[in-house]
Structures are given as structure tokens and as C-alpha cells.
Nanobody, 126 residues
Framework: QVQLQEAGPGLVKPSQTRSLTCTVSGDSISTPYYAWSWIRQPPGKGLEWRGV???????YYNPLRKSRTSISRDTSKNQFSLQLDSVTPEDTAVYFC??????????????????WGQGTQVTVSS
């Protein structure tokens, strides 16, 4: 059984750069043909796809957030990370990591995602 566990900074001040990490157990993040996504839910709003890193390290980003988003991975730790640059209060949300197989790594049909972490709250406030 695949399990995902997010870890994040919690409270962040505006303009800071912070990272969230997702630790995966039960499968390798290099397993073809899976991809590992970051999805967020701002308060009072629906889910929003932020970006994905594929089994081969290929990344795709939400074009609306691309300039301040970076996803990377550490295969030795079976982890992948989301870096948020110059955060603003709009980045306040619960952030989830989730897995999905081919096709459509960038899908926003949430039922297509196989496994989810429990989510971690990121609050941007001075």
C-alpha cells in the first residue's frame, strides 16, 4: 500500500521562500509510469493543481503559478518537494501530495489520483 506524508513549514511570512516535502512509502517514486503531484486547497475554495514530477524527473507546472513554483525529488530518500518562492497570502492553503499514473499527469479529475497524503497547512501571514 502506497502512503504519502507531507511535511511543511506551517506559518510563513510574506516574501519568504519555503519548501514542502512529501515522503513516499510502499512504492518508489521512480516506478514507471507514475507521477507525483502537489495539489492545494485554499480556504473556502476547491482543489487546485500546482505541479507534478514524473517517474523520470520530468516536471510540469500550473502556468498560473509557474514563476514561483519548483518541484524536485530525492530518489535516495523517496521524497519529492515543492518550493514556494516569494510567498504571498494567496499561497495560504492546505497542500496535498498525490500520485497518479499515465496518461494525463496534469489531470484535474481528482478521482484519477490513486493515493493522497493527509495534507499540511501553510499559512502566509506577517
Amino acid at each position: 500500500q502506497v502512503q504519502l506524508q507531507e511535511a511543511g513549514p506551517g506559518l510563513v511570512k510574506p516574501s519568504q521562500t519555503r519548501s514542502l516535502t512529501c515522503t513516499v512509502s510502499g512504492d518508489s517514486i521512480s516506478t514507471p509510469y507514475y507521477a507525483w503531484s502537489w495539489i492545494r486547497q485554499p480556504p473556502g475554495k476547491g482543489l487546485e493543481w500546482r505541479g507534478v514530477i514524473g517517474y523520470d524527473g520530468t516536471t510540469y507546472y500550473n502556468p498560473l503559478r509557474k514563476s514561483r513554483t519548483s518541484i524536485s525529488r530525492d530518489t535516495s530518500k523517496n521524497q519529492f518537494s515543492l518550493q514556494l518562492d516569494s510567498v504571498t497570502p494567496e499561497d495560504t492553503a492546505v497542500y496535498f501530495c498525490a500520485s497518479k499514473d499515465l496518461p494525463h499527469y496534469t489531470s484535474v479529475i481528482w478521482g484519477e489520483y490513486a493515493d493522497w497524503g493527509q495534507g499540511t497547512q501553510v499559512t502566509v501571514s506577517s
